[in-house]
């Protein structure tokens, strides 16, 4: 059973930094694409970063280019997202979730990052 | 960026009925040199994350009942829901996956009337 288990959220000040974890498991990490996906309360789901099986490649959305980086560390099966400059429009629930074929398929839980001073 | 706007923003229907949730993108997400659509249809339900429910338009994700069906090409994009179950209350979001970045439409909020 594929799992995505998500950790680091919480409360940060307009201008900190935040990083985000991902432990997978139930699946063969290093050959998918994985992806951070955001979603402020009752809005849209917005994508946010991905990367590359064995992290070389990566995208950002322009919302988050230059201040969050997406790796991943396949020994430990674990995907992060560093945050920094945090930005009171960052605050939302930020899933992992699994490239599939031809499109994501598996979500984690997701971890909820709130930006307040 | 694709802009994805679906319609209505929500919709009451009885239990047992049929359910159909719009979907537009701004540009065509039918990649001509495979005549595939690059779309995909998630559920929300309350408290809990998206699951993929139809890709390629049309294709139901494994485990996905067969009430659920998704149509359309180019622009224009309908989900279906043959006979409405209490489990299908959620918000549902149609995806394009085409160009990066992939986008999500505004959500179809459905209800039990």
């Known amino acids: 059973e594929v799992q995505l288990v998500e950790s680091g959220g919480g409360l940060v000040q307009p201008g900190g930094s935040l990083r985000l974890s991902c432990a997978a498991s139930g699946f063969t990490f290093s050959r998918h694409w994985m992806h951070w996906v955001r979603q402020a309360p009752g809005k849209r789901p917005v994508w946010v970063s991905r990367?590359?099986?064995?992290?070389?490649?990566?995208a950002y959305a322009d919302s988050v280019k230059g201040r969050f980086t997406i790796s991943r560390d396949n020994a430990k099966n674990t995907l992060y997202l560093q945050m920094n400059s945090l930005r009171a429009d960052d605050a939302a629930v930020y899933y992992c979730?699994?490239?599939?074929?031809?499109?994501?398929?598996?979500w984690g839980q997701g971890t909820l990052v709130t930006v307040s001073s | 960026d694709i802009v994805m706007t679906q319609s209505p923003d929500s919709l009451a229907v009885s239990l047992g009925e049929r359910a159909t949730i719009n979907c537009k993108s701004s540009?065509?997400?039918?990649?001509?040199?495979?005549?595939?659509?690059?779309l995909g249809w998630f559920q929300q339900r309350p408290g809990q994350p998206p699951k993929l429910l139809i890709y390629w338009a049309s294709t139901r994700e494994s485990g996905v009942p067969d009430r659920f069906s998704g149509s359309g090409s180019g622009t224009d994009f309908t989900l279906t829901i043959s006979s409405l179950q209490a489990e299908d209350v959620a918000v549902y979001y149609c995806q394009q996956y085409y160009s990066t970045p992939q986008t999500f439409g505004q959500g179809t909020n459905l209800e039990i009337k």
């Open positions: 979730v699994r490239g599939g074929e031809p499109t994501i398929d598996y």
């Open positions: 540009q065509s997400v039918l990649y001509s040199s495979n005549n595939k659509n690059y």
């Open positions: 990367v590359n099986g064995d992290g070389s490649t990566t």
